[in-house]
């Protein structure tokens, strides 16, 4: 082995180990990048015939960093996370869980299917795992351990459901994917809508056959109500706007109207006016939102920027050249290496945030990928349907530990792992159907945009 691919392997044992130090994601990245600087200058001057490490990538940093915070289509990060936070102020996920738990109340089941309806417009909307989580939790445990329903059941909906924000647009993650691969944002959109609806589908599936078939695990509610045409126009009312500022966002992308960032503005402006007419806007939530806003995107924007020092030290290194190596020596077929690369992806997301995965391993698998033949939108929805299986799976995935902050007295952590377990299953089946059938994935994007 050459000294430079030792430099690789220890950079990134360095990164992995540091992680668990408790520091800061972004300073490890940097702290890892600066350290290896020198470090590699003196084993080049030592070992200079054996390497010649390219240190014009290092100098690249801080083009790159001008290049990162004048970015056109990363404006839409902000915009999108006002969008959702200012939805969550306005009241409508408390409206509509109202209004969809009269519903389906004589439903079994009707509660855990309420709140996955709820999680899949938050998820449309929010785009923030840790905040649709714990929403959901607030919202619908309490009434699911009510009316007796399983804590298993209960828990594994939650934290299931929670997750589809990291791949329903308009996802930030996506956005964040299409910028790091050189791929459109609206393709990455139109093809997360067919996984990200199956993957509900699957759920309200699962959840009605296991109230068929126990009921005591999903029983009626106690104070359900005959429906009525009264309530099928509350449910709608609740849903309607909420609904419509969604579909004009994504049409505006999907109709070529308006480009992700500009959509993302309109859905911001909308997400205001939403709360201003339900009568929740006022100074103080506008401050409020304004701060938590930019508390989340510094947060982002300096992962993106020590990432991308990290990358490059990392380039320098000729690290590129021995993930290639590394991946196209292995003994399968291209199939066989995205499964690889599938997997391995699944177990680093125990430790890490989608955001360091998307910014430090798909731009470096992205490029072998695009070489074997493979639809560079096919591989990050698949991606992003793996990284949302890695959280919802024991003992560290994210989202069971949001959800443990926040369930009601009485539930353990053990009915967490429990409950996911079910859910997970059907990720891995959703999972397999999109690595199977790329034209879930691809078909959208082809007919929207097709002459």
Known sequence: MEVNEILVLLMFSAFILLLFTGFPVAWVLCGVSLIFVPVAMLADHWFDAFIGIDWNYASLVVPRMWDIMTNWVLVALPMFIFMGLMLDRSGTAEDLMTNLVRLFGRV???????????????????????ASVVLLAVLGMPLMMRDGYSKELACGTVASTGTLGILVPPSIMLVMMGDRIGVSVGDLFLGAVFPGLMLAAFYIAYILLLGYLKHDAAPVSKDAEPVSLSIIFSALSAALPTALL???????????????????????????LLAFARGRLSIQVLKEVGQETTKTTAFIFALIICATAFSLVLRGLGGDELIEKALTSLPFG?????????????????????????????????????AMGFDLVWFAVLFAVCLQTSFLTPPVGFALFYLKGVVPKGVSLINIYRGVVPFILLQLLGLAIVFGMPSIVTWLPAEVYSP
């Open 108 to 130: 079994r089941g009707g509660l855990a299917v309420t709140v996955t309806f709820v999680g899949l417009l938050l998820a449309a909307s929010t785009g923030i795992i840790g």
């Open 246 to 272: 969604i579909i004009a966002v994504l049409g505006s992308i999907f109709m070529g109207i308006a480009t992700p960032t500009e959509a993302s503005g309109v859905g911001a402006f909308g997400a205001t």
């Open 334 to 370: 291209p199939e066989g290496i995205v499964i690889a690369i599938l997997v391995v992806t699944f177990f680093l997301g125990f430790f890490l945030d989608w955001i360091e995965l998307t910014l430090i391993i798909l731009p470096l698998v992205a490029p072998v990928v695009s």
